[in-house]
């Protein structure tokens, strides 16, 4: 079965950094792209970072020059190194990975489980 997890959350104190991962299993993955997201309490889930198949990057104004998404298909795992920590940036972090397979008419989109990254002083 396709299973996503995420690691690396916890607390951090405004202005420091942390990186998350996001270990992919039960497929290839490859053609997949990739992608982070976060929802805070009573706020709706937002896109942070994506990066296609191809390596192209797509990231939310709120984290541009401060977050870098990257990924190792060889471990099907997915980064999100995040530099300059906020409160703001205080949220569960969710994995994502998607495809579109043109020929079968199906979509495949998958989620971890959640980490959460706590930005306080």
């Known amino acids: 079965q396709v299973q996503l997890v995420e690691s690396g959350g916890g607390l951090v104190q405004p202005g420091g950094s942390l990186r998350l991962s996001c270990a992919a299993s039960?497929?290839?993955?490859?053609?997949?792209?990739r992608g982070w997201y976060r929802q805070a309490p009573g706020k709706q889930r937002e896109l942070v970072a994506s990066?296609?198949?191809?390596?192209?990057?797509n990231y939310a104004d709120s984290v541009k020059g401060r977050f870098t998404i990257s990924r190792d298909n060889a471990k099907n795992t997915v980064y999100l190194q995040m530099n300059s920590l906020k409160p703001e940036d205080t949220a569960v972090y969710y994995c994502n990975a998607h495809f579109s397979d043109s020929f079968l008419r199906r979509d495949y989109d998958y989620w971890g489980q959640g980490t959460q990254v706590t930005v306080s002083s």
């Open positions: 039960g497929s290839n993955f490859s053609r997949y792209a």
């Open positions: 990066i296609t198949s191809g390596g192209s990057t």
